[in-house]
């Protein structure tokens, strides 16, 4: 065997790999939804049945919870896209030594570990008053979820041509009009995409969010408090609901996106 044929056969047992160890235990979860077992296992399988569905339904205290990580992640989109938006826009115009250690400065939160952020915001807010909850758990949250969308406009930023800005200011245009009309509708993607992400990563984050949820419950730490007393398959249930969402919202942007470059295509 050639040595290009051996690098095209490892590249496809990389992907075959890969994909495998991705989606695999998606599908082994999504299949267990489907076990009378009251384990949320697909073995031993004790025959098909949809009442995991109808456990799920009435778990009063799983929707409760998947209703205080939405708010959450509503609440984190409100303060750390606008944060990671200003910051990404005042580090493009600093051109001082003094840049790469104020983006250090910036990045920090991310390397830092959840556990340590959501202690000292929760030691923090206490000086003041204000014990843990939703309110607390968005402020947590949006310190480090900030800095994922600052780096992700900033990528927007770089690819930027400044002079389309300065020719809109010759022109009579105001510096918001300017950003308004010209910028903020080229960072339209980046932003999308930003929302996005801060939205996951506040849903699915737990280390931060244990220490300053309070007595409220978002859905990670309420499936992390099951799984002490006894995970059931309604975990499942929920788990492939909100893949099969996931999909779908996939696909309608994709087929969106699609469509829209057609178009261009058409009108070019």
Same mark, same amino acid.
């Given at each position: 065997?050639?040595? *290009? ?30 076990? /009378? ?20 339904? @009435? /778990?009063?205290?799983?929707? *409760? ?14 303060? @750390? ?8 826009? #005042? ?6 030594? +003094?840049? $790469?250690? =104020?983006? +250090? ?7 830092? $570990? ?12 206490? *000086? #003041? ?16 979820? @900030? !800095? ?19 020719? !809109? ?8 009009? @300017? ?14 995409? !930003?929302?996005?992400? +801060? #939205? ?15 007595? /409220? ?13 006894? =995970?059931? $398959? ?35």
């Amino acid at each position: 065997m050639s040595s *290009q044929r051996f690098l095209a056969f490892g590249l496809r047992f990389y992907v075959v790999v890969f994909f495998a160890y991705l989606f695999l235990p998606l599908l082994i979860m999504a299949a267990a939804t489907f076990n /009378d077992s009251r384990f949320p296992t697909v073995t031993p399988w004790d025959g098909t049945t949809l009442r995991w569905f109808g456990e799920l339904a @009435a /778990d009063g205290g799983m929707w *409760q919870a998947l209703g205080n990580s939405l708010v959450v992640a509503a609440g984190v989109l409100v303060v @750390a896209v606008p944060i990671g938006i200003a910051t990404a826009l #005042f580090l493009n115009t600093v051109s001082s030594r +003094a840049k $790469p250690f =104020l983006y +250090a400065l910036i990045l920090s939160p991310l390397l830092t $570990p959840g556990v340590i952020i959501g202690i000292s915001t929760l030691i923090f807010w206490r *000086q #003041f008053g204000v014990s843990g909850g939703i309110f607390l758990t968005v402020l947590g949250q949006a310190t480090f979820i @900030a !800095a994922y969308v600052m780096l992700m406009v900033t990528a927007r930023l770089q690819r930027f041509d400044r002079t389309l800005e300065r020719a !809109a200011l010759d022109l009579g245009a105001s510096p918001w009009q @300017a950003f308004r009309r010209i910028l903020l509708p080229y960072l339209k993607p980046a932003l999308y995409s !930003a929302a996005v992400i +801060a #939205f996951l990563q506040s849903f699915e984050n737990y280390n931060t969010t244990l220490f300053v949820v309070g007595y /409220d419950t978002t859905l990670t730490v309420y499936i992390a408090s099951k799984v002490r007393t006894g =995970l059931t $398959p309604a975990v499942n249930a929920l788990g492939l609901i909100l893949i099969l969402i996931t999909v779908a919202v996939a696909v309608v942007y994709e087929l969106k996106r699609r469509r829209e470059a057609a178009r261009v295509v058409e009108g070019v």
